[in-house]
């Protein structure tokens, strides 16, 4: 099924020219993803204190976008510049899963959002990367299937926080749309598991 991922080739294009910049004066791809995880938790913390100011919604937008482009970064410093690491490897895989627990889990305390739907999601995104690393194990290639992986779910995310930041009331759709995440997110990890597996078998 189709997925934002599918975009990430053309994303990482364009941000060549400054992974080459950061390479040349020594930042590291760990380093861009532990900042990547502070940056979510700043932002997270500044929604779950201010959740009466409907304006600091948009801080969502604004740190997805940076946080899609910092994970960009980490894996192209990794891959084109010799820093693969196993220590890069477990960061990239909890430091995604972490960030976006502590950039969501805040819209539990605005008005007009379901917590337990919201935790909901958290949980099965988890479980998503959970599932597209299992595969891995089991001899097929880490799965990034869509149709709700961690691109798709930054946009859903993303025009929540963008809507809600300019006062759209959340409250006549927020919980049909974070409903159907939860669907989503489940056919994501049915199609990660099936298709490693298939893969894993063939090979």
């Known amino acids: 099924m189709a997925s934002i991922y599918d975009l990430k080739p ?20 760990n380093q861009v993803t532990v900042a990547a995880f502070v940056l979510s938790s700043a ?14 919604l948009l801080l969502l937008p604004a740190v997805l976008l940076v946080r899609m482009a910092l994970n960009a970064v980490d894996g192209m410093l990794a891959r084109e510049h010799g820093q693969e690491s196993r220590l890069g490897a477990v960061l990239n895989e909890l430091g ?3 960030s976006d627990a502590v950039l969501y889990l805040p819209l539990c305390f605005v008005a007009g959002v379901s917590g337990w739907l919201v935790v909901s999601v958290v949980v099965l995104a988890g479980t998503t990367e959970f ?4 595969t891995k ?3 097929g290639s880490r799965r990034y ?28 759709w927020i919980d049909p749309l974070l409903g159907l995440v939860c669907v989503l997110l489940v056919v994501t990890v049915v199609n990660r598991v099936r298709r490693g597996l298939a893969e894993a078998l063939a090979g």
């Open 131 to 134: 599932a597209g690393v299992l």
């Open 137 to 139: 194990l089991a001899g």
């Open 96 to 98: 995604d899963v972490l």
């Open 10 to 29: 053309a994303f990482q294009n364009l941000l060549r020219p400054t992974v080459r910049w950061l390479a040349a004066r020594g930042v590291t791809a």
């Open 145 to 172: 299937d869509g149709p709700m992986g961690k691109s798709d779910r930054a946009v859903v995310f993303g025009l929540t926080g963008l809507l809600g930041g300019l006062g759209v009331p959340l409250a006549p």
């Open 43 to 56: 932002a997270g913390a500044a929604v779950a204190l201010s959740t009466e100011r409907k304006e600091i």
